[in-house]
C-alpha cells in the first residue's frame, strides 16, 4: 500500500473544511485535503429536476422522526446549498440542556464569533439581497407578514451577479454562487495544498508517537496519525496517509461516521460520538393563498425566497421564511392533500389536479427554524450500517404544535386556505407521527468544555487526542434557528486559527495572510 506523509491531513472539503485547507497552506504547512465526492465546477452545473444529477451529489440519511440531507462533492454543501448566509443570534449560544449547562463552551458567544464571520462574510462576498431581486414568493411572504403587522428582515446571500434563475439547488451555471471551489479551495491550492477528490477516508489509526508531549513547531511534530483511504473510482486503490495533524470536516454525518467505525482505534473516545445531533426544527405548513392576493412565484428567482421574519425568535425561539421547491423535489419528499378532511393521501382526481395546477403561483409554504434541544443520534448497526433516531418526548410534540399554531394563524388570519402536508417516508409513503427534515444538521461531535459533555474542546481538538481536529457543522453544539453555513464557517476560521497560533505557524506568503479577525475585506479573496 502506498504510504503519502503530511503535515496536515483534511477530511472533507465543504465549510469546515475549506477554512483550514487556506489558513494552514497560506502559513506554510502541508496540506493534503481528501474528499469523497466527485470533483464539480460551475461547468458541471445543470439546470434539471433529473434525479440521476441530483441524486450524484445530494443524499440523505433518514431515521425515525427525522431526515438528514446533505452533499457528498467538491466544495461540500457549497456548490449546492441556497447561499443564505446568516449569524446565529447572540441568545443560540446561551442555551442549556436539562441541566442547565450551557451547550456552547463557555469562551464562545456571538461576540467571539463575530470576527470570524466577518472574515468568512469578506470571503464569500455576503451581502443583502436588494429588494428588487426579492423572488414573487418573498414578496408575497413579507405581504403576509405586514398584513398583521410583522417584521421582515432582506437576507443575506453569498453571491454576485445572480440572474434569478431559481436553479440554486441544482449548482449555479453562472458561476454567480459563491461556492468554495472559487474561493478558499483554488486559493488553498494555489499556497500548495492538494485536493484529492473521490477518495473517502475510511479509518483513522493514532500512531505510538500522540502519546509524546508535542513540540511547540508543527515540523517537530512527529507523525501522529494514520488515515486509511479508498479510491472510489478506477482500480478503487487503498493508500495510506501517515500525518502530524488530522482536521476532520466530513460534515455533521461524515466526520461521526469515521470516528465510529474507527472507534475500536481509539478507546479513549468520548462517548458523545454521534450524539447530540441538533437539526434547526424545521417546522412547515403550505397554503393556498386567497383570490385577490398577489401572485406568488415558485419556479422563479432565487431558490430561497429573500425574506426572513424574527418576529416570533424572542417569544418562540423560531425564525419564519418561505420555501420554494422544485416540482419533483416537492412531490417526492411531500404529499399536499387538497382538502383537510380528506383522510387518505390520493395522489390522483380532480382535487389534487385542482391543487397541482395553482402549486406555481398560488401555494405558498411557511417554514420555522427552532431552536430544538441536540436530541438525535446516528449509530452504526451491527451490519455496518447507519441508523438515525430522534426520540420524541411530549416537549418536542409541544414545540412542534406551538409552531405549527403560528404559522398556520399567520396563513388563516390572512384568508388562506390550509393544505395538509404529509411528508413522505423512502417508499413514498406518509410518515407516522411529527418528522423533522433538515439540511442543517450540526453536533455529532459537538465542542464542550468536558469530555463528559462532548467530543472536542473549544479549539476543536478531540478530547485525549491530540492533533486530531474536528473543524465541521459536527463542532457545533447547538440548533441556530438560521441556516448553518456561516457559522461553521466562521468557526473553521476560528479554529484554523487557534492550530496556527499553537503550532508556530504564521502566514508566510504574501497575499496569502489571512486578515486580522474585525477586519472586513481579505486581501488573500481572488473569486
Ligand atoms: C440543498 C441544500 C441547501 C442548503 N442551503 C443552505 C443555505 O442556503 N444556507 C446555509 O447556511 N446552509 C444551507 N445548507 C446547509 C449547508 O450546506 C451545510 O450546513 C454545510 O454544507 C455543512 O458544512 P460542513 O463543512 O459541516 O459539511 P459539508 O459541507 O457537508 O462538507 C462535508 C464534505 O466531506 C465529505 N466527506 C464526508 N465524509 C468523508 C470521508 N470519510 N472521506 C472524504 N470525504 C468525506 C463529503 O463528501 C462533503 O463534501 C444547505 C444544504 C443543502 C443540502
Ligand atoms: S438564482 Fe442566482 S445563484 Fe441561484 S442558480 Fe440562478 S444565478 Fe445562480
Sequence with gaps: MKTI??????????????????????????VVVLEKGPPVGTADFRQTSDPNYILKYIKGTAGDHLSLTYAEALGGGSGFYEMVSLRAPSPVFDQ????????????????????????????????????????????????????????VDRCRYAVRGCQGSSFCVTGCVYGAKQSLFLNYLPQAVAAGATIETEIEAIALHPLPAVRQPAPARLRDVPYRYEIIARRRTGTRETIRYVARLVILGGGTVGTADLLLRSRPNLPFLSEHV?????????????????DGFPDGDMFTGRTHPGMISYQFFASHGITVHAVKALPLMLVSTAHLRPEARSRTSGWWGPPHQ????????????????GLTPPAATLAIGERGARTLSLPVDAELERYHSRVKDVLEAILVQNGCRLVQTDFLDKNLQPQQGIHFSTA???????????????????????????????????????????????????????IADGVAARYGLTASRPGLRPPAPGRSGDPGSRS
Design 440 to 494: 442543517h444538521q450540526v453536533g455529532s461531535c459537538r465542542m464542550a468544555d468536558s469530555k463528559a459533555a462532548g467530543v472536542v474542546d473549544a479549539a476543536g481538538e478531540v478530547f485525549d487526542y491530540p492533533g486530531l481536529y474536528v473543524s465541521d457543522g459536527a463542532a457545533i453544539p447547538s440548533s441556530l434557528a438560521v441556516n448553518t453555513s456561516l457559522t461553521i464557517l466562521a468557526n473553521a476560521e476560528r
Design 354 to 369: 385542482d391543487l397541482m395546477r395553482q402549486l406555481r403561483h398560488r401555494v405558498i409554504v411557511l417554514d420555522a427554524f
Design 5 to 30: 506523509r503530511t503535515d496536515v491531513l483534511i477530511i472533507g472539503s465543504g465549510f469546515g473544511a475549506a477554512a483550514p485547507a487556506l489558513r494552514l497552506a497560506a502559513a506554510g504547512a502541508k
Design 274 to 290: 454521534g450524539r447530540n445531533i441538533a437539526y434547526n426544527g424545521s417546522v412547515k405548513v403550505a397554503a393556498v393563498l386567497p
Design 96 to 151: 442549556v440542556d436539562e441541566s442547565g449547562r450551557r451547550l456552547w463552551p463557555e469562551s464562545l458567544d456571538r461576540r467571539a464569533l463575530d470576527p470570524y464571520y466577518d472574515r468568512a462574510e469578506a470571503m464569500l462576498h455576503v451581502s443583502q439581497i436588494a429588494l428588487e431581486e426579492v423572488p414573487k414568493t418573498g414578496l408575497v411572504f413579507a405581504q403576509l407578514m405586514k398584513n398583521l403587522g410583522y417584521s
